[in-house]
């Protein structure tokens, strides 16, 4: 492992480390465009130059590995002239758009030109090299060659990790740019992450274009609810609104990337259809309540003797499968689990799961099955059960039109506990309103075994609650007041969850004991 210091500090780093990489290890950001760690070195924006003593020429961090003894000096009045003149020249045909460019607040070029440049243009605005602007070059991206850099981030990206090679650079000189083959456009199911790792304005997502301004946006670590991958994301939201969801770094889940099919995934979870309060049915039409009016007459129909058969979805945080667990374990009521995904559901042999659930391990660690919610509904049918509670369950996808109509007359009594009205409203005569992934605390567990927790982005909205608060006032175990504690408790319960804590569960998670 080589020693090397970086502007006076001294540091050992793993052998193969670059310049950039070890400088970041001491809080010290080397500028630089073209780089990215989950790409190869293109050494072409030379914005990262550092100067190294005993070599005669300024040296490009990003590829050149620190080695035993070497001296950098990554802010020397050679290194801050060098970059004061990369800027220039990257500048010089730069467009005046930052007022109405996307990447206003996200940009590099805005930040390295404030730290590194503030010069004026030495070019008149008319001696511009004008480009194509706000180009639609897919379902997901648009593209302004006037702001681009050639970088060239997207194209190796394509190249490297999609393997589609939709993009290239065309023409010499000032005159090159960034443009589609012909024939084609940018349509693969991870095109939105050219425009994650486009340092400037010049690939833009349509569906963020023009939504928020980057610096009004708060951002909260979380996990892709669309598929059993789950894709390490970061929420990005404004006044209990989310706006977007971009990848967050996970080496053992997702690297630096996700899907186009989960980076939508936030849409389903805000707008109409929301239960905002309790309600019960009235004749044909539902009325408000209170939720201690319904936790009392949920608890009494729990705990009445009747024949109560619960489902729980994959949908469900592993800490609301736990707290269902003891509810019904304690009131002798049988629980099923679901995990429904639709036939023609997207797969691939990278990120894009088939199952587009995020927690049916979940559900196999606590020792459910995710295709036993239709037994429950057959045992509904045949007269089995009275009472049937559904948790994030929606019976569109277990039953027929028919066959819902038949459960309605036959139960006693539906009680629904979701996010949004579903199916299961048609025949329910209870329904409760519980906070979505985005608006609680908790965890999923992938598709690889491995429990990564959630952070509540948003409030809930209306009078909608954790679900694990919920449940942990039906389940009647004493200090249950956070989901770190329902945690707590689930790992000292099951052997797959032993020696986990919240805490433990960090920023990329850890595996289950069970799969070490």
């Not at 929606?394 to 009680?415: A, K, W, Y």
């Given at each position: 492992m ?7 500090q001294e540091i050992?780093?793993?052998e ?9 290890q001491?809080g ?8 990215h ?6 050494g072409?924006c ?10 005669p020429k300024l040296q ?8 035993d ?8 009045e050679k290194?801050l ?7 220039e020249?990257?500048l010089?045909?730069h ?5 109405i460019?996307?990447q206003?607040?996200e ?11 503030r010069?004026e243009?030495r070019i ?10 706000a180009?639609?070059?897919g379902?997901?991206?648009m ?7 050639l970088c ?6 394509l190249?490297e990790?999609?393997g ?5 650079i065309?023409q010499r000189?000032?005159h090159?740019r960034?443009d589609l ?6 349509d ?6 050219v425009?994650d790792?486009?340092?400037?304005g ?9 939504r928020?301004r ?9 996990v892709?609810p ?20 971009r990848p967050?770094?996970n080496p053992e ?8 099919e989960?980076?939508?995934?936030y ?6 259809g929301?239960l905002?309060q ?8 539902w ?7 319904t936790m ?9 003797g009747t024949k109560?058969a ?8 592993n800490?609301?499968?736990h707290l269902?667990?003891?509810?019904t ?8 689990g679901?995990?429904w ?6 797969r691939?042999?990278?990120l894009?799961?088939a ?8 559900l ?8 036993e ?10 007269g089995?059960v009275s009472?049937?509670l559904?948790?994030r ?12 109509d038949?459960?309605?007359e036959?139960?006693e ?14 025949i329910?005569?209870l329904?409760?309103p519980?906070?979505s ?8 567990t ?14 809930p909205?209306?009078?909608?609650r954790?679900g694990?608060?919920v ?13 770190a504690?329902v ?20 920023a ?5 004991a069970?799969?070490?």
């Amino acid at each position: 492992m080589p020693t090397l210091v970086i502007d006076g500090q001294e540091i050992t780093v793993e052998e193969g480390t670059n310049l950039v990489q070890a400088a970041e290890q001491l809080g010290n950001e080397v500028p630089h465009y073209c780089y990215h760690p989950g790409l190869t070195v293109a050494g072409n924006c030379r914005m990262c130059l550092v100067e190294i003593e005993k070599m005669p020429k300024l040296q490009i961090a990003c590829n050149t590995k620190a080695t035993d003894g070497m001296v950098v000096h990554t802010k020397s009045e050679k290194v801050l002239h060098a970059r004061e003149a990369v800027l220039e020249f990257l500048l010089i045909n730069h467009p005046i758009d930052c007022p109405i460019c996307d990447q206003a607040g996200e940009c590099k070029l805005q930040d390295y030109y404030m730290d590194h440049d503030r010069q004026e243009s030495r070019i008149p605005l008319q001696s511009k090299v004008h480009k194509g602007k706000a180009i639609d070059i897919g379902p997901m991206i648009m593209l302004d060659q006037e702001r681009c850099i050639l970088c060239t981030r997207c194209t190796r990206f394509l190249d490297e990790v999609t393997g589609t090679n939709e993009l290239g650079i065309f023409q010499r000189g000032n005159h090159s740019r960034i443009d589609l083959f012909p024939g084609i456009e940018l349509d693969n199911p991870y095109s939105g992450n050219v425009a994650d790792i486009c340092p400037v304005g010049a690939l833009t997502n349509k569906d963020f274009r023009f939504r928020a301004r980057v610096w009004y946006l708060e951002r909260t670590p979380s996990v892709c609810p669309g598929c059993a991958t789950g894709c390490n994301i970061d929420i990005h939201h404004r006044r209990d609104e989310m706006f977007r969801f971009r990848p967050r770094h996970n080496p053992e889940v997702n690297s630096y990337w996700m899907c186009d099919e989960g980076r939508l995934t936030y849409k389903r979870y805000q707008g109409e259809g929301r239960l905002l309060q309790p309600v019960r049915r009235s004749g044909e039409n539902w009325q408000p309540t209170t939720w201690d009016e319904t936790m009392s007459q949920l608890g009494n129909l729990l705990s009445g003797g009747t024949k109560v058969a619960a489902i729980v979805s994959a949908q469900a945080t592993n800490e609301e499968i736990h707290l269902l667990n003891l509810v019904t374990s304690s009131n002798d009521a049988q629980l099923a689990g679901h995990a429904w995904s639709p036939a023609d559901a997207t797969r691939d042999d990278y990120l894009i799961d088939a199952d587009k659930n995020p927690n049916s391990a979940g559900l196999r660690a606590q020792g459910l099955d995710p295709s036993e919610g239709r037994a429950v509904i057959d045992a509904a049918l045949a007269g089995e059960v009275s009472v049937l509670l559904l948790w994030r369950t929606d019976l569109s996808q277990l039953c027929s039109d028919e066959e819902l109509d038949q459960l309605g007359e036959r139960l006693e009594h539906i009680v629904s506990i979701d996010t949004h009205y579903t199916k299961s409203g048609e025949i329910a005569d209870l329904m409760l309103p519980i906070a979505s992934f985005a608006e609680t605390e908790g965890s999923f567990t992938n598709r690889k075994d491995r429990v990564q927790s959630l952070a509540a982005a948003l409030r809930p909205p209306g009078q909608a609650r954790s679900g694990w608060e919920v449940l942990a006032s039906l389940s009647g175990e004493p200090a249950l007041d956070s989901a770190a504690d329902v945690f707590a408790h689930l790992a000292q319960s099951l052997d797959s969850f032993r020696g986990l804590s919240s805490a433990d569960l960090g920023a990329t998670g850890q595996p289950l004991a069970s799969a070490e």
